[in-house]
């Protein structure tokens, strides 16, 4: 079965405050962290560690077009660009330069755990919770109960 995988990436301290330091201005692109999704399982091999590794390719790959790619007369792109080649070093490009820059954790299957769980959910268990009471009513009144 296939399904949305997600993944949150962050920049690890060091990649901040090599930014920080060399570009300050820049900073706000890689203090937040990054939700990235991918269609994952099927019938395939492949485990949860070969989608992880192939989402850090992508991402670098996406450094690597976002980023890294020439850009003519765009100074500030220029700035970043030295900061980053620096920071990745030459090509190619494994998982393990991704690692060494920022960190990844990864959720699969998760699209419909919410729905599932309240479509199993009795009504009186329902009742035996609080607060966001107008939520609970409508889920006690969803269920007819």
């Known amino acids: 079965m296939k399904f949305t995988a997600y993944y949150v990436v962050r920049a690890r301290p060091a990649l901040l405050e090599r930014v920080k330091k060399e570009l300050p201005d820049e900073l706000a692109l890689f203090s937040e962290p ?10 395939t091999a492949k485990g949860p560690a070969q989608w992880t590794e192939q989402l850090k390719l992508t991402y670098l790959l996406g450094l690597q077009s976002d980023y890294l790619s020439p850009r003519p007369g765009d100074a500030e792109a220029e700035q970043l660009k030295v900061v980053l080649r620096a920071a990745l070093g030459a090509r190619p490009w494994g998982a393990d330069v991704f690692d060494r820059w920022w960190t990844v954790e990864r959720f699969g299957g998760l699209d419909q755990k919410t ?31």
């Open 34 to 43: 990054e939700l990235w999704s991918t269609e994952e399982g099927g019938i």
């Open 115 to 145: 729905e599932m769980v309240l479509d199993q959910a009795s009504a009186e268990d329902i009742r035996q919770l609080t607060g966001a009471d107008a939520w609970r009513k409508w889920l006690i009144e969803r269920k007819g109960k």
